[in-house]
């Protein structure tokens, strides 16, 4: 089977969105990508997640030309295939209509970091894509969405704020890996929720201080990072 690891693990973290309460139905899906080959492993579209096998997991090329797979993709392929052509070191995306960060994408509102968990895991706000025109819309829509996430990153790096709110939409995240990916997702449900509260319990509530902000991410990230194990290999 080609690419059978690859297919297991995307396989591995679209259930993982089902197992994290992320998504209803066949809604949400994950893809990951091989970079050696140029290829990409997507959920097929429609699809009951307790009936998915690793064999149905759709192969695509980067211009979206289905190389393996008698079922549809997922109808977000497009936008998947234009994240993993802007944004070279990712190796997976998620995409969900997770209750609350999609919450925050539909009033268009980017999630401030509140807290240290959101620190952990963004560095910075997580951002909203700006509306897409009617002629988006009615033309390429899932090329546009991808369009409008990578305009979003023009001045933020996407390797240290994996997460996206579509205006109107819902969350995309991504990551090293489709894990990964899932895992962002996952975390973005979680920080999202808490920043509601936040603002619930206190509507003036302040973003946290940029020093913590900056403590928190750089000891989980980057070349200075010290959270954890060391790894060995
Ligand atoms: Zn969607």
């Keep these: 089977m080609l690419l059978k690891t690859l297919r297991e693990e995307v396989l591995e973290a679209n259930l993982e969105l089902v197992r994290r309460g992320l998504v209803l139905y066949t809604f949400g899906n994950v893809s990951g990508i091989d970079r ?7 959920k097929p579209s429609g699809v009951p997640y307790q009936d998915l096998t690793p064999g149905q997991i759709v192969i695509s090329d980067l211009e979206a030309k289905i190389v393996d797979g008698n079922l549809r993709p ?115 449900e979680y920080v999202a929720r808490m920043a509601y509260h936040t603002l619930l319990i206190n509507a003036g509530s302040q973003p946290l201080a940029r020093e913590l902000h900056d403590k928190h991410f750089l000891r989980k990230h980057g070349s200075n990072a010290y959270y954890g194990q060391v790894k060995t290999q």
Excluded at 36 to 42: D, P, S
Excluded at 142 to 160: H, M, N, Q, V, Y
């Design 36 to 42: 050696r080959q140029g290829l990409v492993a997507i």
């Design 74 to 188: 997922s109808s977000d392929l497009l936008t998947h295939v234009e994240l993993y052509k802007s944004f070279p070191n990712i190796g997976g995306v998620a995409h969900t209509h997770s209750e609350f960060a999609t919450s925050w994408a539909q009033a268009e509102k980017p999630i401030p970091c509140f807290g240290t968990t959101h620190a952990d895991y963004f560095h910075g706000s997580v951002p909203v894509t700006e509306r897409l025109t009617s002629s988006e819309i009615t033309k390429d829509y899932e090329l546009e969405t991808g369009k409008a996430i990578c305009r979003t990153f023009a001045r933020l790096d996407p390797d240290s704020i994996p997460a996206v709110l579509v205006a109107g939409h819902a969350p995309f995240c991504w990551g090293s890996s489709a894990s990964s990916a899932s895992h962002h997702a996952v975390i973005l």
